[in-house]
Nanobody
Framework: QVQLVASGGGLVQAGGSLRLSCVAY????????MGWFRQASGDGQEFVAY????????YYASSVKGRFTISRDNAKNTTYLQMNTLKPEDTAVYYC?????????????????WGQGAQVTVSS
């Protein structure tokens, strides 16, 4: 079992920045690749970003590429999502998730464990 605890959400003006963190507890962190998803009110979950077990490989949704950066610190069992140049349409609950699947995956069905979510609100 793995428990994921996300933090760092909040309210920010358009053009601002936030950094989300996700700490993993339980099984060795490097077993899992990590992803971030988001869910806006009334919508389904949307893939945001992926980072491989080593941190060497990343992948982004086109809507956030160039603005968001995913990373991980395996010594701290932590994954980060740095969000810059935020837009009102980035407003959502953000979830971190862990997958044991090999290779990049953007499907929510491929992720084994999920954090509790962090609210990000971007005002115009």
């Amino acid at each position: 079992q793995v428990q994921l605890v996300a933090s760092g959400g909040g309210l920010v003006q358009a053009g601002g920045s936030l950094r989300l963190s996700c700490v993993a507890y339980g099984r060795p962190f490097t077993i899992y690749a990590m992803g971030w998803f988001r869910q806006a009110s009334g919508d389904g979950q949307e893939f945001v970003a992926y980072v491989s077990r080593s941190g060497a490989a990343t992948y982004y949704a086109s809507s956030v590429k160039g603005r968001f950066t995913i990373s991980r610190d395996n010594a701290k069992n932590t994954t980060y999502l740095q969000m810059n140049t935020l837009k009102p349409e980035d407003t959502a609950v953000y979830y971190c998730a862990a997958t044991s699947r090999v290779g990049v995956t953007i499907s929510i069905n491929d992720y084994d464990y999920w954090g509790q979510g962090a609210q990000v609100t971007v005002s115009s």
